[in-house]
């Protein structure tokens, strides 16, 4: 009798202690976290979801501890879930979490103790799933910014070329609702409401469905290479922040365009023929005339090879020195223009205009440091920081050369080939374990070489593209064109009625750099907000030197909140301004 009423007494001891404990805890009922269950030797899983929501600008923090990531609203996880994964009290957490109205975010579940979460029976592994299709007939709003057929079919790989492409998981449901069916009939994506919360599950890793497209190994995936609206890597980024938006209150989150504008449309060109020198005047003035700027990618080409005579040229460089001074921005084309610009190898970052030997040992080192030593050296003014390949080739090492001789923005992806239309931090190598460097890739999305852009097909092209702006802003992504300034005549016609039809829209129309410092500026920035009285505050972790003009964030509106206010890391009011569209306030500094 005396030990049962000693362990009672214990028990209410226990009890007390635990409540009093609880009570000391935080929460937060408004905030997302990544819980990382990912393991020291593969942490794709993690930086592939670190990935996709720094390019959607959902704040987040980052906790391997699962009582601490019970704390939160909602829970994005990374990394497998098997049984023997987490201990039977952090089971029990998540399951309450859940159950008390937390929100789960996940992929790759194997362990059946979670399976009634999850709302499902089992599952089967594979890399023979060559497509999911959406259905969005249930009108959920973690779907919403899939509204264009395009977004409702996700292309894993192309089945005439590869018998294998990435791995999927297809699960079999008990409670939950399918929104997503691969192709051998399984569920590539459900939710479900387990007690007062929601679980959502992903048959696709972040590491296949971000990190693979990212680093260009997709399997082909993609309908057409350039010129076409192929958003399969965006309906896993737009799904994670409709998540994030949907159970957050008031939702914000880091704006993808400057100024709170609906897009932003980037214009280059590549020089890279004898005729494109004088004839970029033309482009130049014309962009001029609507007070925009773009990017001239130009080739240094100083050696005459098989493929073509030198034309780096001092009457070139003078034409160059011209376009400059109308606003445009020259950057690198590399020195020959070569096919075999992927293939090279890395060469010696030392390498000089005087040591440089392109016909002999053409390197990446070499193509990338001495286009910009020319350049830098002939173009008044200069500092090259912006860079694309000759026929958008890709070295495997080439964003690593970049960032070594003081590059900063890269425009060689095909955003049709990625499947992606926001711009992203590159990689140092395409590679999955690779590291992410301080390069902004800007993929570019239109092209009017290769015949595309005709005489004869010019305004059914110059519509086309603008159908695609228009999805892409949608959206709230980019569009990036690139027209080779080697004839005037059609070509120069075709971006005068992109810019007049463009110009009377809230579009950021500019080159490269301006972009690219806008979101190199952005990948800075980390915040909180909360409700202050009826204010939203949010604080940035920046001084407001440090914060471009043009950086802003996008808010859902509540009955909350009557105004927002920024503040910088010293809690200094930064003045800015707002502009409402549809279901949200566009708030940025001024």
């Not at 964030?553 to 569209?581: H, N, Q, W, Y």
Request: proline share 4%; charged share 25%.
């Amino acid at each position: 009798m005396k030990r049962i009423i000693n362990s009672a007494l214990i028990g209410l001891m226990l009890t007390t202690l635990c409540c009093c404990k609880k009570k000391e805890i935080s929460y937060y009922p408004n905030k997302a976290v990544v819980l990382d269950l990912t393991t020291k030797n593969d942490k794709t899983e993690r930086i592939g979801l670190e990935k996709a929501l720094r390019i959607m600008g959902v704040p987040y923090h980052v906790t391997k501890k699962v009582d601490e990531a019970c704390r939160y609203k909602i829970i994005y996880m990374a990394g497998q879930i098997t049984n023997n994964r987490l201990k039977a009290g952090e089971t029990e957490a998540l399951y309450r979490a859940v159950e008390t109205g937390g929100v789960l975010v996940a992929n790759t579940v194997k362990g059946n103790t979670f399976f009634p979460l999850f709302g499902v029976s089992g599952f089967k592994e594979s890399r023979q799933r060559f497509k999911a299709t959406i259905d969005t007939s249930g009108g959920e709003s973690f779907l919403k910014y899939l509204n264009r057929p395009k977004e409702l079919v996700i292309p894993l790989g192309n089945k005439d070329i590869y018998d294998t492409v990435i791995w999927t998981t297809g699960y079999s449901v008990t409670t939950a609702k399918p929104v997503a069916m691969f192709d051998d009939g399984s569920t590539a994506l459900c939710y479900s409401y387990y007690g007062e919360g929601t679980t959502y599950l992903w048959g696709v890793g972040y590491a296949q469905a971000i990190l693979i497209p990212l680093t260009g190994g997709d399997y082909e995936a993609q309908g057409k290479w350039i010129n076409s609206f192929e958003p399969a890597t965006d309906i896993y980024l737009l799904t994670l922040r409709a998540i994030y938006e949907e159970n957050v209150e008031p939702a914000t989150y880091l704006y993808t365009i400057p100024f709170g504008q609906e897009s932003a449309f980037i214009i280059t060109h590549d020089n890279d023929a004898q005729s494109s020198f004088k004839n970029s005047l033309e482009f130049a003035k014309l962009e001029k005339r609507f007070g925009v700027r773009a990017t001239y990618f130009t080739t240094t080409k100083y050696i005459s090879d098989e493929m073509d005579t030198a034309f780096y040229t001092p009457d070139n460089i003078a034409y160059l020195n011209q376009v400059k001074d109308l606003g445009g921005e020259i950057g690198s084309h590399t020195v020959m223009h070569s096919l075999k610009v992927a293939s090279l190898p890395l060469g010696k970052p030392g390498v000089t205009r005087g040591t440089y030997e392109p016909l002999i040992y053409p390197t990446i080192f070499g193509e990338v440091k001495v286009s910009k030593e020319l350049l830098d050296k002939d173009i008044r003014g200069q500092n090259t920081v912006s860079y694309r390949s000759g026929h958008l080739g890709f070295p495997i090492k080439l964003i690593y050369a970049l960032q070594k001789c003081g590059y900063r923005y890269d425009s060689n992806f095909s955003a049709s080939d990625i499947m992606c239309n926001f711009p992203f931090m590159a990689f140092s190598e395409k590679s999955l374990k690779s590291s992410e460097s301080k390069i902004v890739e800007i993929p570019v999305i239109f092209d009017g070489s290769m015949d595309q852009l005709r005489e004869d097909n010019l305004y059914e092209m110059v519509a086309e593209w603008l159908r695609i702006i228009e999805l892409n802003a949608e959206n709230e992504a980019i569009s990036c064109i690139l027209l080779h300034p080697n004839v005037t005549s059609f070509k120069l016609k075709a971006e005068e009625m992109l810019l007049e039809e463009l110009s009377k829209r809230d579009i950021w129309i500019g080159c490269i750099s301006d972009f690219g410092d806008f979101w190199a500026n952005r990948q800075l920035i980390r915040f909180e907000s909360e409700i202050v009285g009826d204010d939203l505050k949010i604080s940035l972790n920046l001084h407001e030197k440090d914060v471009l003009s043009g950086i802003g964030f996008a808010v859902k509106p509540s009955d909350r909140i009557l105004r927002v206010t920024v503040l910088d890391s010293e809690g200094t009011i930064i003045p800015t301004s707002t502009k409402k569209r549809k279901d949200k306030i566009y708030v940025y500094k001024k």
